[in-house]
C-alpha cells in the first residue's frame, strides 16, 4: 500500500504563488498515476490535475489551465503542483492521490490512495 504525504499549503494572497508536494512511500502501482485534487465548501470535488508517470503526460482542468503546472522527481517519488497567479477561488483543501495506470483525473474513484489534504487559502 503507498502512503502520500502532501505537503506545502498555506494562506497567501491573490496572484500570488504556492508549490504543493506530494511524498510517496511504500508499495506503489506499476507506472502510478498521480493527481492533485481539491474541495472547496459547498462545491464538488475536482480532479485539478493529473501525471503519468508511464509517458509524463499531463492533465489540467480548465479552472487551472495555464496557472498551475504538475510535475514529477521520480526519484524522490514526488509529485508537485506549482500555483501561480492565485485566485480567492483556488481556496480549498488540496488532496494528492494515486491510482493505476489509466488512472483518470475525471474520476476520483480511480484513484486508491490519498494523502490527508493541505489547506489552501487565498485571500482577496
Known amino acids: 500500500e503507498v502512503q502520500l504525504v502532501e505537503s506545502g499549503g498555506g494562506l497567501v494572497q491573490a496572484g500570488g504563488s504556492l508549490t504543493l508536494s506530494c511524498a510517496a512511500s511504500?508499495?506503489?502501482?506499476?507506472?502510478?498515476?498521480t493527481g492533485w485534487f481539491r474541495q472547496a465548501p459547498g462545491k464538488e470535488h475536482e480532479g485539478i490535475s493529473c501525471?503519468?508517470?508511464?509517458?509524463?503526460?499531463?492533465y489540467y482542468a480548465d479552472s487551472v489551465k495555464g496557472r498551475f503546472t504538475i510535475s514529477s522527481e521520480n526519484a524522490k517519488n514526488t509529485v508537485y503542483l506549482q500555483m501561480n497567479s492565485l485566485k480567492p477561488e483556488d481556496t480549498a483543501i488540496y488532496y494528492c492521490?494515486?491510482?493505476?495506470?489509466?488512472?483518470?483525473?475525471?474520476?476520483?474513484?480511480?484513484?486508491?490512495?490519498w494523502g490527508q489534504g493541505t489547506q489552501v487559502t487565498v485571500s482577496s
Open positions: 492521490a494515486q491510482g493505476p495506470a489509466g488512472s483518470s483525473c475525471h474520476y476520483g474513484s480511480d484513484f486508491h490512495s
Open positions: 511504500g508499495i506503489t502501482f506499476d507506472d502510478p498515476v
Open positions: 501525471i503519468s508517470s508511464r509517458d509524463g503526460s499531463t
